[in-house]
Nanobody, 117 residues
């Protein structure tokens, strides 16, 4: 499975940004986004199963939304009310989920998101 992100860039605090990811084959996989800020561990932003089950990190709840389109083999991350602490490299992944646990198997190359004034 190959993944490729697009849509990263710079945005001011309070702004919005939408990341997209093209997946060679998305059906039946759970999709998820991770991020890694400088000198911090990589963290799970959230996931969306093929059946519609979701989980988000507390730090992004009610601000970020993951969506998917199985007909187009794409997944998106809509980010609103962005904060400087959201600055990171964002990765799209596909994998398996069991209840609230997610196990990534395939990774994109990452795209930089910078939130600053």
């Amino acid at each position: 499975v190959q993944l490729a992100e697009s849509g990263g860039g710079w945005v001011q605090p309070g702004g919005s940004l939408r990341l997209s990811c093209t997946v060679s084959e998305i059906t039946h996989w759970t999709v998820a986004w991770y991020r890694q800020a400088p000198e911090k561990e990589r963290e799970l932003v959230g996931f969306l199963s093929d059946g519609g089950r979701t989980k988000y990190a507390d730090s992004v709840k009610n601000r970020f939304t993951i969506s998917r389109d199985n007909t187009k083999n794409t997944m998106d991350l809509q980010m609103n009310s962005l904060k400087p602490e959201d600055t990171a490299v964002y990765y799209c992944t596909t994998g398996r989920s069991v209840n609230t646990d997610y196990y990534p198997l395939h990774w994109g190359q990452g795209t930089q998101v910078t939130v600053s004034s």
